[in-house]
């Protein structure tokens, strides 16, 4: 018997299928989920670089892991195909989030290019890449510090913007609370945001939408 | 001259029109801006009812007035004909911040539906709704004290959802903050949120996917 | 002369026998409480793995580790015989406090099944068990990030209800205040709760309670 | 067509019958709930004097109103016969919240002594009277301030005790959250609590202890 | 003998002049405060309208009041003439306490333009006005809300900027701790910040820098 | 050239001699600061064991290092050999923060007993010992968790009562927040407090009356 | 039958007769107590003047009020005649809880002159009164915004100091807790401190120091 | 490809050159970023001596590391030779920070004195060098724990005063929380602040006040 279920129906009830958030869990019990999903996909997130290497090798090999995002793929994961998504990225240290979110949106199909180091204290670069950013219908922006990206980047763009904060920062930003703020107290109308370091979360809320735009939600 | 710049292009750039947030604003100031506006229509948002009466007469002939919600319609705004998106609301005391969601959809011309008093302390309301909610392409969730409303809905639409906690509740809920970490940790994935009691704000971020999907966003 | 007191009669004052919180104690002031101790039951909490294995071999001999709650039992425990309370948990990673006070109430006597892995995130779960649940006289329930459970559960069981947030989560659920406030702004009348991560607590609430249906408290 | 929902079954399912938080709603709104449930029997939580005043003559006639607890019984409420449960309350300023308690046991027909001004800055208040305590089977404290009664009580009384704290205080103390830590935080286990001036809740906290000792939860 | 000492030396000491706080003193100790002073000039801040109107109509005759920034100067203070600074400010919400800027530099005479309504949120509002903001050798810039007009703005401009937060907004950017996180973490180097609602201390410490530049500090 | 500055002359001007808080200085810092001293007895505080390792051998050779509270005298500090304070602690995890001012006392000269393992969960241990402690001119109270001792003491003892809290506890009690704001809001007057963890500050506070007493301060 | 308690032996046990904290009383309890405590003198806290002059005028009568620090004596209270204590002020708006402790001294028979307005920002102030200060054998210091009186003055002082933080300031400093954490981080040693405005609870620990002096303590 | 983009214009915009943060970059990043440079002068902040080490030791070649202030040049930096600006630090444990600003400002071309350990524990250890301190026309000052260092240098000080706290300090100093309070919260006028540990912004905000003095500024 195992303490955890795998809810293998909640792509079709949700849009969203099950993952694996690793963080907290033993190597042990990664390993009982995988046996468990057998060839089933299944996308595991927060997988640390030390916690892959615990696993078995023949774990390993099953797993297509990315070490900056820490997430991996188990299964057959098709290339992603589906366009509709980016991710905006205000510095070098938010990547980690934000290739979470790129990844996490590749398992479900979506191939989201990554915009990065367009932070506002250099509002040029961010205006270099605005068009692009505007071709498509759904957007994530990831930073962390202050997060003054979140309101800029709402005033430009009409897309749906889902905000995620990241705890990248020292002092008052320590933790991401500083940036998670910015995006909730925005002056800019209809920004949405998610939890702090939740570029899966960010990525799940793309898909939603996406999913909805195309007649595929429940 | 004036202090105050009205952004008539806003619609264009982001899918949003102008509003004008009147708490921390004198009448004087409210009577101002709406002689600027003219014709042109203008959403009044936090214009509480002594506020409104301090206004002179022939400028809340002007003005459609909703106490509950506090938001007014400044010049001819037609009724909504619009459908995709309902506001489902936990309590009667988070009334106000729904109302004002449903208002700000109907100033850009969608009529939501109100599915209200369903909070999970009693689940079978919410079960007896649900089928109703899921017809929708995009669903806001407006609940204060914990918030639970949140993660039960998000586990049971597909739909884009779009998380509104309110300041409603005393002790640790008082403000909000209890609504809003849950919304924010939620265990279930592709949850959005917005500030507190912001309900306009989750009326923008539904326009942005509403708009996204007919294809509208710049 | 030892710095501590162990309080011998508390089970006949409180209704629940003394146990020794390990952390933040030396292996040699564990060693000397035990020594103390000598054939009279006592249980640890909080005793990491790594602490036990600095314990000398002769006072790890004496001692029922249970390291994934981090508990142990010293002298001769007999197995539980009683019923009456169950415990509910969330997600995996609320097993180690769920398993606390399923220990917790073993050391007293009584044997608690853990109904684990019924988040809110998929209700079915949780409604699939729900009627083995309610047969108890005492429910504990364990849950972090959110904690969107406990007001759920709150509204589904007629039973005393004590809800355990635990540490589980990032962001703005680090350290489990959002699960905290969740149970104590909760919408559903007649929940109470006990600190963060205290399994323990949960379980001697729940003997209180036990203890005096039986007419044993004092 | 209302924008709530009375759920008379609700004792049947968790034992506590439904009751009305006045705080935010308006006169007009409780005129209506009042209408809506005709003879049946409800308690209305937080229905300030103020409020109290501006429902009409006939509702108000209507309803056994306890301004100090801000209380109020609508329908036909018998006399309270059942015994089981104690109040304590720590001091004078604390007598709303510990009275609310009181009144929402009556409400559901127990009859609950108020053992008043115990404060642990006079320790000998406490313990001329902590035999009375003791001869019920469920104790609610309830304390502002520093909360220090919790613990001392806690370590004094067998029974299952359920921490009350409140917003009586001012600096550090000021909203009640030093009372709260404390009865999370007390070094006396067993102990559970209820949100911040939730003397209601208590009520039904010990009501759920009663009723399944009396074998009537579901 | 008077509980207060004014420090007539300040000026020369600190290049700042003695101003008094008038919030949380009575109209007794103002107009007490006012006749020490007799002829030499006196900054008077937080004098809300209220208070004003309650001192005695000789005591108001002699104060240039200003409502909305709740200024008032007590003596013979010329028209400001010198140049150097400019105040930038978000939102129409903002100008009470940028306002409190412009007149506290006026007191030690100099004339600082305003340049008003240039959030984030339009930042072609900005934009159209940024080489005007440029002219000067010092910048304060006033802002609520998300505060993403500090960081903007310290990429934009290489002269010294003062940040000054302001409480406008609400849910978590009430009392304006999300804004002068903003200031205190932004990604934009150089950038320095005073207390919220701080417009007086702003343009001390703008005076500060302009002494200094012309040789006149001590 | 040094970059600190030891001031010798703090204990004429405060009645406190200078201290050397170990905590964020390198081995190097320290050992420059004990050559620097030479024969003149010096307190050091915070020094942990790994710290006291890593200064030269000669170095350790000339200081009394007390791991439990990781302070350390250096040069000849004669026996303690003056009455007048006692130090009483909650539960042996308080023990380092306890002996912290114990040591401290020692190295002013005064010899205070500590009275170990009283906390309010088992209250008639602190009453057994209540007559000695009240022996004393002044007492120092050391509890973490929900620091109920401070108030409970106040109430019994009549000297000047200076409580430290401590960061022992979890959840929240995490950090010693609990335990502070049960000291400053006690219900219980008179008593005062010093920061978390701070036995130093508690001896040093403690010596402040003492030395008043007996007319040696400035 | 009353709801309260006075405990008039409270003097003898601790040092400090009782007193009555009036914020959040009805004028119908203070009544009561007034009544109750008869000849017996008395000293009431925090006593508006609305609610002083809600009493009926016999009470009113026998009541010694003073508005600025909110405190009345009951009863014959003679003149103080005992030296010992100063009290010490940053700001003019300290002076209601600068009061509150020369009026709870005087109550207890002790004079303590008040210094006013010495706050750090004119280090001459404090310089030009610091042998006047230190001429005392204990010293209360009371703060408001930043506290920084409470370091600069413990640096300059050998005696018990006891620093009383008050909720003067905005942004920041509002509520005051800025000040207690600068009370309480200090880098002088040997400061304690008291609740924020708790000038009543800062005379108690003066008192406890000047009795135990005495040896008048128990 | 490179998801990094360096500002080099960023000293033309803002007067400001690039620098880059260490602290959450991989040696590889940081590797990159040195290559990307060549032989343009770079700055490297927080730069940990593990992370200087785990560089190939052909960068560390090219490297001028200074391992307490965590900072690096790279490229050919020329000796500081311009004046102006003066560093003062309250403790030892503050000399992190202190030199990250003194090391900023030497990039830069300005040799800036450090004034150190000059806490107000000692006032007269500030007092001695006050005049050294007055004759430069910029001031930083650094300091943690109760930051009064921040109002009694503004009090003596006429020049712009770039308030620094720091994180060091425990219990409510840990974080860095009361000290920037403190710098915010100041009752003396014209103090500016950055950061928590900010040396390298408070460098940056001294050289734009620099640089606008010389006329410099865009």
Redesign the interface.
Known sequence: MT???L?WE?LQ????AE?V?C???SAA?IEAILRHAGERPLLLTRLETALFHALPAESRAGLDHDPLSRTAFHGAVPPPALDGVCVVC????D?PVAREAVRSLAFAGYRAP?V??V?????W?LMQRIDEI?SH??VIAVAG????L???L?????????AT?T????????????????????????????????G??AA??A???L???EGR??
Chains 1, 2, 3, 4, 5, 6, 7, 8 share one sequence.
């Open positions: 303490d955890f279920i809810d909640r009830r949700t849009g969203i993952a958030l963080d907290g869990k019990q205000a510095g070098t240290s990547l990554l990065a180091d932070g506002v204290a250099g509002l670069r505007r219908r759904v510090m202050e997060g003054a979140f309101s800029v709402a005033g430009l763009v009409a897309a749906p913007l889902i904060p705890s990248v920062g020292y002092g008052v930003a320590a933790g991401g609370r500083a940036a998670l703020s910015s995006a909730l107290a925005s002056c800019a109308a209809g920004l949405t945001c998610v939890n702090i370091d939740n899966y979360g799940c809320a898909l939603r939408i999913r909805s735009m939600a429940a």
